[in-house]
């Protein structure tokens, strides 16, 4: 079955900056990946995602790239503000998702 | 537009019982899928409902068990429930999209529901 890995655990960064988390994945067959953030008791929401016949996508201060020979892809934020803080996931797959074990970003002001 | 909703809320229940988790999917969505989350980690898939049968199953036993109706709504089951089986449970709905390569589902998730097993 498909492996995602997400690296780092934990990314602390002052506001203003940018921040980039890396997922692998292990299924070749996987062709859809999306990005899910998570505040604290609540949903997994949504922020981006790509598809296997895109190598690059962008929206506003987010965005994903995918490098599908090397089986990686990255989220990287610009201009972070405090409310980006929060647990980011990654995922991959197609009907089934496999889940990074999450990314926990703190923006400090 | 009403969006993936789930209950209950919370629920309590002890090792052994059963449990019974509910989920309507977002407006004009056929496919729901179920997710257990436990504390710090990424959600897990349980399995997915499509056309009323289970279409793909995650690693789970067969205590878990689901069912899709007509409208797209689904329950996901528990049976002897065991302590480790407690944690956030998420309904995610979607709509197929078909893409070069294969279909893949834009998933989107319901509040989730607690679930403490003592």
């Known amino acids: 079955g498909e492996n995602v890995e997400q690296h780092p655990s934990t990314l602390s960064v002052q506001e203003g900056d940018s921040a980039v988390i890396k997922c692998t994945y292990s299924d070749s067959a996987s062709n859809y990946f999306p990005w899910y953030k998570q505040e604290l008791g609540k949903r997994p929401q949504l922020i981006i995602d790509i598809r296997s016949n895109v190598g690059e996508k962008k929206d506003q201060r987010i965005a994903v790239t995918l490098n599908k020979t090397a089986k990686h892809f990255s989220l990287h934020i610009t201009e972070t503000q405090p409310e980006d803080s929060a647990v980011y996931f990654c995922?991959?797959?197609?009907?089934?998702?496999?889940f990074g074990a999450g990314t926990t970003v703190t923006v400090r002001a | 537009d009403a969006g993936v909703t789930q209950s209950p809320t919370h629920l309590i229940k002890t090792r052994g019982q059963q449990v019974t988790l509910r989920c309507s999917p977002k407006?004009?969505?056929?496919?729901v899928s179920w997710y257990q989350q436990a504390l710090g980690q990424g959600p897990q898939f349980i399995f997915q409902?499509?056309?009323?049968?289970?279409?793909q199953r995650g690693n789970f036993p067969d205590r878990f068990s689901g069912h899709q109706f007509p409208n797209y709504s689904s329950e996901l089951n528990v049976n002897a429930l065991l302590l480790g089986d407690s944690a956030l449970y998420l309904c995610a709905s979607s709509s197929p999209v078909t893409v070069s390569g294969g279909s893949t589902d834009t998933q989107y998730f319901g509040p989730g529901t607690r679930l403490t097993v003592l």
């Open positions: 407006s004009g969505h056929d496919t």
């Open positions: 409902y499509y056309e009323e049968e289970e279409r």
């Open positions: 995922a991959a797959g197609g009907y089934k998702l496999s």
